[in-house]
């Protein structure tokens, strides 16, 4: 089973892109995906922060609307919020489009709204991007409320309460730690690297690897370039890919870590994976690398929906 913890794919449909057709652009279309045997992904909600919070919610709803169009139009897809749902869907031959939500502005500073996206089929709050939010200090500013804001740490009761995952991407440091403290839930990080192979600010320090770990939760290795070495000479690839995926389940143990592409959301690929339909190849190569077939399972998939069903578990 291949599940990919985040892809950028709903901004794309706002620009107009078919992804009932094999694009010659891009990295994510249902062609595309059935070629490289992916049974899903989470389609990333993503709003840039400078996004005024009225039309912060208004994007939102678009592209979950442009999503749902897309799905209707293929006919073989489906808006899928459970592991269950998931496993259905895989053997009726229907790939499942998860709703993530990255960065929280949307909700404005609503637990109302929160629920109502919760009910649209949200399944993670990615709580920042690359601005500090009325959630959240992020990665990227850092400098507003020295990590969760009261109401961030209302939000992340509830996001508990409703079963929702709490993914730290593009969050600061603090308000990582704060998040691992407050969550009684599993926390994620969708789509992040190792900060001991490549010391960029999004990417997560052993330490952090290690208290993911203490949570049960996940960390997906995203395939950007710039985040798997701090020099991109020669162009980082596959093995580089790999690298991190090793680092983490040296450190937080395999049943820990997956695959967070950030296809759609990175301008550049890694060598060797142009676009989701090359994956197998980042897999052939694992198992090269020594991994059984039942662990590149794990990785490839089955590590997300298991902590999508702890998530689930602590709900209510």
């Known amino acids: 089973m291949i599940y990919d913890s985040h892809v950028d794919t709903p901004s794309e449909l706002l620009r107009s892109r078919d992804i009932g057709i094999d694009n010659s652009n891009g990295h994510v279309d249902f062609p595309k995906l059935r070629r490289g045997g992916v049974d899903g992904s989470f389609f990333a909600l993503y709003t840039p922060a400078e996004t005024a919070p009225d039309a912060a919610t208004v994007h939102a709803l678009e592209m979950i609307a442009a999503v749902q169009d897309a799905i209707e139009k293929d006919g073989k897809a489906a808006i899928t919020v459970s592991p269950e749902q998931a496993e259905t869907n895989r053997k009726n031959g229907v790939f499942s489009v998860f709703l993530g939500m990255e960065n929280g502005s949307p909700i404005q500073e609503s637990l109302s709204l929160l629920r109502q996206f919760h009910r649209l089929g949200v ?133 820990h870590v997956g695959i967070g592409s950030d296809f759609d959301g990175i301008e550049v690929t890694p060598t060797g ?34 902590v999508l069903a702890r998530v689930e578990s602590v709900a209510g």
């Open 123 to 255: 399944r993670y709050l990615t709580l920042t991007h690359n601005g500090d939010n009325a959630i959240a200090d992020s990665a990227a500013e850092a400098k507003t409320w020295g990590g969760l804001s009261p109401f961030g740490r209302e939000v992340v009761r509830e996001m508990n309460r409703l079963g929702m995952m709490v993914d730290v991407s593009h969050c600061s440091d603090a308000t990582f730690y704060d998040c691992i403290k407050y969550s009684k839930a599993p926390v994620i990080a969708t789509h992040s690297c190792c900060r001991a192979l490549c010391g960029h600010r999004r990417n997560l320090s052993d330490y952090m690897l290690r208290a993911i770990s203490d949570v049960d939760g996940y960390v997906g290795i995203n395939f950007y370039p710039f985040f798997l070495t701090d020099d991109a000479r020669p162009f980082p690839g596959i093995r580089e890919i790999i690298d991190h995926i090793d680092h983490a389940v040296d450190i937080c143990g395999i049943d």
């Open 273 to 306: 994976l142009d676009d989701v339909s090359f994956m197998p190849r980042l897999f052939e190569e694992m198992k090269l690398r020594g991994y059984t077939g039942e662990q590149v399972d794990m990785i490839s998939g089955k590590n997300l929906m298991d």
